[in-house]
């Protein structure tokens, strides 16, 4: 009798502790921006960090590219460049397969140029935020010093996502232009 009594505290926590999991687990996706009738938000973050070999945990991060065939990196937590070295977005359309453009800003350019040339055989890891939710677009290796100041990459995203991205971007580096000019 005493045992049961003992151990009705921990009954009772651990049913507790698993009502919220079943009950989130059972609740149903929340209906996108496209489901309820609105126009998606569009995409004006984009990140480029440079592969780490080293496992340096105060400096770098472990990321996983890809959804259905997932690689692995460990990347610097800092990235390289971002959207504010951007002049221009693409979506490039080869052979039926998509393919996005980044042409950077002259000191973009160099960042670029001089990273790649330091870090040639690495992979540099692009990242955005699609909805609330991170993602690892793509990890194209670093083949060769990068002197013409374009990344272009085939992202793990959909069209439209990728549409997104490219409008989104292309709005933003409007506005700072105005905002420059005035």
């Not at 890809?66 to 052979?95: C, Q, W, Y």
Request: charged share 25%; with cysteine; hydrophobic share 40%.
């Amino acid at each position: 009798m005493n045992l049961a009594l003992n151990c009705l505290p921990l009954l009772l926590a651990g049913t507790l502790l698993a009502a919220p999991t079943a009950t989130a687990a059972s609740r149903p996706n929340p209906p996108s921006a496209e489901s309820k009738g609105r126009k998606p938000k569009p995409v004006n973050q984009v990140r480029v960090h440079v592969e780490n070999r080293h496992d340096l945990p105060e400096r770098t991060l472990p990321v996983q590219v890809g959804r259905s065939d997932p690689m692995h990196f460990t990347v610097e937590k800092l990235p390289i460049l971002n959207e504010v070295h951007i002049d221009r977005a693409a979506l490039l359309e080869e052979g039926g397969l998509f393919r996005v453009q980044l042409r950077f800003n002259r000191i973009g350019a160099r960042i670029l140029e001089s990273y790649s040339s330091a870090a040639a055989g690495r992979h540099l890891l692009i990242v955005t935020d699609i909805d609330g939710e991170s993602r690892w677009l793509a990890a194209p290796v670093i083949r060769q010093r990068i002197s013409d100041g374009s990344l272009a990459f085939t992202p793990d995203a959909s069209r439209e996502e990728m549409e997104r991205l490219v409008r989104g971007l292309n709005e933003a580096i409007e506005k700072r232009r105005k905002r420059w000019l005035n």
